[in-house]
């Protein structure tokens, strides 16, 4: 199995409708991610958490929120998903001081 | 804060040829520095990182990049393309010795290697 799972792999869902990405991580990291990738953007940073109790917004978190239901999951929810949405999701753990894990990402298209 | 400059978002080579992609980072503390690969529908695959000490970092699949704090730079090398290679390449730099630990990363360098 994956250190990280992201599910679904692929999703398309029409505008206005709410929608959760999940991940969940065996790596037992405490801290874990949420980017979006864009092309000529690279990857940007959603929202992140160092543990279940702290939750903190990246650089563009509006339209998005998360919940770390556990240490080992974290999910991102479109509470009305628009079409500038679409874009490929990424979940990453981290270990302090060791890098990143990355899922193997969500392609999200919002119609 | 930190960030972190590719430049050139495509870049072709030939098979064999020298692969070099270029980024720049700025930090106001010292960075832990980072290349991803990704290869068509693909997640993030870790190259190498440059943490503390050595300078010169090697990584998977031949390719190495140095540190270099005077001119802000960790550009990434190969001395010979494989057309495995094609892929995007993204420089990335984190605070991981502070209380962010977020990973910030350049928008990426699309290498094409041509036969």
């Known amino acids: ?111 | 804060a930190q960030s972190v400059t590719q430049l050139g978002s495509h870049v072709s080579v030939s098979e064999g040829a020298l692969v070099l992609l270029r980024c720049n980072y700025s930090s106001s503390v010292p960075p832990y520095l980072f290349w991803y690969v990704q290869y068509p529908n693909q997640g993030l695959q870790l190259l190498l990182k440059y943490t503390t000490g050595a300078t010169l970092v090697k990584g998977i699949n031949g390719f190495e990049a140095e540190f270099k704090k005077s001119e802000t730079s960790f550009h990434l090398t190969k001395p010979s393309a494989h057309m495995s290679d094609a892929a995007e390449y993204f420089c990335a730099v984190s605070d991981l010795r502070g209380a962010t630990n977020k990973l910030i990363f350049g928008t990426g360098t699309l290498l094409a290697v041509q036969p």
């Open chain 1, 1 to 111: 199995d994956a250190d990280v799972t992201q599910t679904p792999r692929n999703r398309i869902t029409k505008t206005g409708k709410r929608i959760m990405l999940e991940c969940s991580q065996t790596k037992g990291h405490d801290r874990m991610y949420w980017y979006r990738q864009d092309p000529g953007l690279g990857l940007r940073l959603i929202y992140y958490s160092f543990d279940v109790k702290d939750i903190n917004k990246g650089e563009i978190s509006d339209g998005y929120s998360v919940s770390r239901q556990a240490q080992a999951k974290f999910s991102l929810s479109l509470e009305s998903a628009i079409p500038n949405q679409t874009a490929l999701y990424f979940c990453a753990t981290s270990d302090r001081g060791n890098g990143y894990t990355f899922g193997s990402g969500t392609r999200l298209t919002v119609v």
